[in-house]
């Protein structure tokens, strides 16, 4: 029977993994699930089994023919060796493959050819440039990006279990006393530039992720990315205002007419009652939403456009079990009724 | 003696301007209060004594000097009109007049000059546009900028006392009870695009006075401004992500030298801790902040910036009160110590 791995399976992205394939088309599929020493021995639910956790090692992938990797790119790091090893093909959450050319960076509905029978790790894209992407990708093959400027807002869900619970904790602090003055990476009513290390040109790893990524993605290593990522106090769900300047002119019929049309996005706006995408509206979504399609009002071949995705779904585990669904249609077709 | 009125004196900034007057250098003056019918009577301290709140009417601004309008633009049009015939000077933070001709938009470090003896009516900017002018008017003199793209944070000040307890109702909501689903305009932990009506070009109200004002305040009609304005959970304090084009080409060593002898501005930075300026910081500082300058990784003569500004004091009351020094020490020196 063909054998699925979740290495991170207690994190929020591996949770959230479980519970989309658990409602998938895919079946017939035996399940395992790593975690840490300290999570080992405890049990999930899936589809009415009880599944136990075992702690990962260097075994952990005999017999495992296809891995998710959702444990942050310092475990992806120390394993994918292992599971290569055991011949597993592994789809990689974390950013730690991403960069390698021979490991394709995969989002289904824009450059799935990127898999092929041979491929043996692929990665998923950093969450905040898939949102950006999904709406962008059909518009850059009609119009050919020239240059984005995109400033984010991203959730806490997008630092894990960890930073949703910091983001209560310190918000219901905020609340209570609401005269102390906290600084620094304070998250109550508070918001802070995403504190990955910065490289010798002043971006954050985050920004150089969606340079890099969007390239890679878009097949266009000509594509000018600046970026600010900044975290805000919302759970769940990240949004990006960006400009976008293409190659070519547009109108904004153009515009509309191909965006109603690209899969997995969905335009909410209501320009009368001035409502627009929310984090909230984005929560649970598998579409990412577009909002205040517009042309920048001085600058020709350039567009405005309130993107908002969520973080957990085509961000993260979404996007990571579209793969799988690839990966397993070509390994074997009867896997998917 | 030297007569004061305050408009809006129950107001969010209204309130703010009376403690900067409190403990301003201003002396030998009557202070008068003006609010709706609904808070008449009431009284508010300064320095010392107590001061009855009247209802503002049309024959309030008799005696009186110096106006602050802080009660938004409906009462700003409806009432500037009568301070006019009894020779009231006024200083308007709404939006009211701001594009008239001959009303000078003041933020006093940038274009003081602009108040002669004979003006009667000064404007007082935007909030997020003064914020966002505060790093850049001296950047400007030198390099020239061709075009600002910006997306910014937008605290619940700048909706005023009732914003702030929306966020904070919300806010409590959602964490009591995390799994009902709020749609629109929801505030906890959840972020929208600024609600001012849309114009003809898809932008808001709020987006358009950034690109009016930034040409005004800084006297330059071909800056192209391209602007994306969102409200966050965030209690008080703008944030606002920017790139920058100039005409001529800096060094970053140049920026640096400029900004720092910026008046009123702070450059908040630490590289190695990732600790940049948040709207925390920002909260109770006269000066605005400013973080991780850099040049934008891709396009020459072009600089990324993070602001952060007290949307209550530089952005509304501490603006108002230094507009008000310049004319009171136009009008009478003596009255500043």
Known sequence: MFSIAIVGATGL?????????????????????????????????????????????????????????????????KFIQYAKEAKTTVIDSSSAFRCLDDVPLVIPEINAHTITEKTSLIASPNCTTTILMMPLFELHRKFRIRRIVAATYQAASGGGIKLINKLLKETKEAIQNPNKI????????????HETAQNPFRYSEEEAKMIFETRKILEDSEILVSATCVRVPVLRAHSIAANIEFHNDFTLEEIYEIVKKTPSVRILEDFPNRRFATPIDATGSFDTLCSRLRKDPFQP?????????????????????????IVINQKRGALCS
Chains 1, 2 share one sequence.
């Open 182 to 193: 906290h600084h620094g990476f304070y998250y109550g009513f508070n918001l802070y530039l």
């Open 301 to 325: 071949r350039t567009l405005d456009i309130w993107i908002v995705g969520d973080q957990l779904l085509k961000g993260a585990a979404l996007n990571a079990l579209q793969i799988a669904e």
């Open 13 to 77: 992205v591996g949770h959230k993994l479980l519970k989309l394939l658990e409602k998938s088309k895919l079946k017939d599929f035996q399940l395992h699930l790593f975690a840490s020493a300290k999570s080992k021995g405890q049990k999930m639910n899936f589809r009415k089994n009880e599944i136990e956790i075992k702690e990962l090692n260097e075994k952990s992938f005999e017999g495992i023919d296809l891995a998710f990797f959702c444990a942050g790119s310092t475990i992806s790091k």
